[in-house]
Every structure is written in C-alpha cells, then in structure tokens.
C-alpha cells in the first residue's frame, strides 16, 4: 500500500487502512457479507473497481532493485530475503513458483500497453549498519536514508528502470510501525533525494510484533484465544518470513502504481486500495476470513506456497488478477 495510505497491519480482521474497510470475519474460509455466498475469499468482479489512472507501471526491463539493509543484519536473516528477490525472474524451481507468482503482477500495463515486467533483477545493495539517522525513523527518514545512499554513491540514482528497498533490523523503529503498518512504498521528493524514485519500506517485525506483522507465522491473543494455530515459517523464522510476504505485497504494488497514479480501486489516491491490498490474508484456495487457504506443508511441517532459488520455499500472499477479476495465486487448487 501506498505511503499516504496509512499502510497495512497484516491481520485479517485487523486490516487498517485510511478507507475504513470493513474487517474480515474470524473462522474459516467465507463468510465475509461483502462477499455474498461465495466460499472463496478469492473475490468478486461485482464488488471490486479496480481501474487504471493513466500512470506508469514498472515496465522497464530489467526491473532494477537496489536494497539498503538499514540496521544491524544477520546474514542468515538477509539470506531468505536475498534469494526470495532473485528468484521473481529465475524459471528454474519448479511450480508453483515465485516467477509463477510474480506473473500476475506482470499482467498489469499502462497506456502505452508497456506490462509491469517479468524480468527483475537485484542490480545493487548497500549497508548502513550504523543506523546513521538513529533507531526511531520517521516516514520522510526513509528517504533521507536513501538521499545519503545515493549522495555517497553507495546506491546509483537509477530514474529509469530502478526501484528501491529500504529494509530495516531488528530494533529499528519506524514512524507507525506496528501500530498501523508493516510497510509501504511511495516515490521520493526531488527536494530530498535529488530524484523521483520509486521505493518501498519494510521493517523486521520479530521481537517488536510478530503477531501483527508476520502473520499467519505468528497470531494476536485473540486469534489464539479460538483455538487458532500459527504456520511455521518455510525459513525458520516468522520475522524473517513474515517479512518476505511484506516485501512480496509492496512489490506488487510498487510495480503496478510506482506514482500513486496507475492501478489501484477507490477514488481517493491518498489512500489507494492495490493490487495485494484486495488479497490480503490469501495465500491459497479458499483463503480469507483468517484462514491462509490451503497451502503445502513440508516434512518439518513448515507452510509454503512457491519455490525459490537455492530449494528456499516462501509463503505470499495471492495478488488481484485483472484478467480473472479474483484473486490468483500459482498454487491454485481449483
């Protein structure tokens, strides 16, 4: 979700967005009266007005993303992250895979009939280990994090076919983070940053709110109280994997509405409803309401829905597909 939005909190039923959206029920599959008798939270043509506003996509090809790691990282935290951004352009896992994944938001075109490309590449990565600004950041700080990246030529200034990631350790604040979002992305202001570029702010939710954060790795009091039970995390960890998906989700719209001003339902651009804002809580067949959908587990009994690179398996969230009008994802059982 865009910036101005008032972002994300990953929770069905606790989905907080500047246009008020009516929570999801708790339980199973269905049920949500905005729904009608559906049994799949997969959508409705009838009730979702998402319409093009004549900006760009990200049809640029390659997709260059450059990623500050702000904070002090673990290497074996940044390794899933790394992999799962190599692997929205790699054809080798096998299906349902990120590549699959990444297709739908490839779907999406603008009025030059130029579509969000499929090729996507991790073009450059820089490190402020230091937490230069401090550990309690404002949302004008993530820019003026990537300002002095690019200022120091730590980041190249890529207005043409780059987009930006600034992703926040464990212990680093950000203005609303788990209060009211769990990222979002936005473009720069020239005024700061020297250039208009898209970019997108995540944060490590473990050990500050996972159970808000990297859901369904982790589940609010509530939900536990219902006899609910978190999946466990492909990767081993809920901070690192629940953060994956957040990633996933403002990827897929920082490609499909980079200026606040392509593909997005409602009237309103200072609070846009995306692509994966009207799939949040999907992540397979039947999914919504606080259920995930059906998803694979694996012999540890971790939870996925695609393959990446390197045998990594990663569980994200479905994206709203244009053609089917619902929301798709490549680990469909129906």
């Known amino acids: 979700m865009a910036l101005a939005a008032a972002v994300l909190l990953l929770v069905p ?18 049920g949500d009266p905005l729904l009608g008798a559906s049994k799949r939270y997969e959508g409705s043509s009838d009730l979702v007005d998402l319409r093009y506003h004549m900006g760009p996509v990200l049809s640029a090809a390659p997709l260059r993303l450059y990623v500050l790691w702000y904070g002090r990282w673990d290497p074996a935290h940044q390794a899933p992250v790394r992999d799962f951004l190599l692997s929205l352009s790699d054809p080798s896992p096998p299906p349902p895979s990120v590549a699959g994944w990444w297709a739908t938001a490839a779907l999406y075109a603008d009025q030059t009939l130029a579509n969000v490309t499929r090729r996507v590449a991790l073009a450059g990565e820089a490190a402020d280990a230091s937490a230069s600004l401090g550990r309690a950041l404002s ?3 993530i820019q ?12 190249p200034a890529d207005a ?5 990631l600034v992703l926040t350790a464990p212990g680093v604040g950000v203005q609303d983070f788990c ?8 473009f720069t202001f020239p ?5 208009t ?3 997108a702010w995540v944060g490590h939710s473990g050990g500050r709110c996972a159970d808000v954060c990297a859901y369904p790795f982790a589940l609010p009091s509530y939900m536990s109280r219902s006899g609910m039970a978190a999946l466990r995390p492909p990767n081993g960890d809920a901070g690192v994997d629940g953060m994956v998906s957040v990633i996933a989700h403002e990827l897929a719209e920082l490609a499909t509405n980079p200026l606040i001003n392509a593909w997005y339902a409602g009237e309103d ?3 846009p409803t995306e692509i994966a804002d009207l799939c949040e809580g999907v992540y397979g067949t039947g999914g919504g309401g606080g259920y995930a959908g059906k998803v694979a587990v694996d012999a540890q009994g971790r939870s996925w829905n695609v393959n990446g690179r390197n045998g990594r398996k990663f569980l994200v969230q479905w994206l709203w597909s244009p053609e089917a009008k619902a929301c798709v994802g490549p680990n469909a059982s129906d």
Do not use: E
């Not at 606790?14 to 339980?27: D, K, S, V």
């Not at 043409?160 to 930006?164: E, I, Q, S, T």
């Not at 209060?179 to 992305?185: K, S």
């Open 13 to 30: 039923g606790l989905l907080l967005t500047a246009m008020a959206a009516t929570p999801y029920p708790h339980g199973g599959p269905g």
């Open 139 to 141: 949302r004008l700080d």
């Open 144 to 155: 003026r994090v990537l300002a002095a990246a690019v200022a120091a030529g730590r980041l």
């Open 160 to 164: 043409r076919g780059g987009a930006y």
């Open 179 to 186: 209060r009211a979002v769990c990222g979002f992305h936005y």
């Open 191 to 195: 005024s700061l940053v020297g250039h």
């Open 197 to 199: 570029l898209p970019y």
């Open 269 to 271: 651009p200072t609070a």
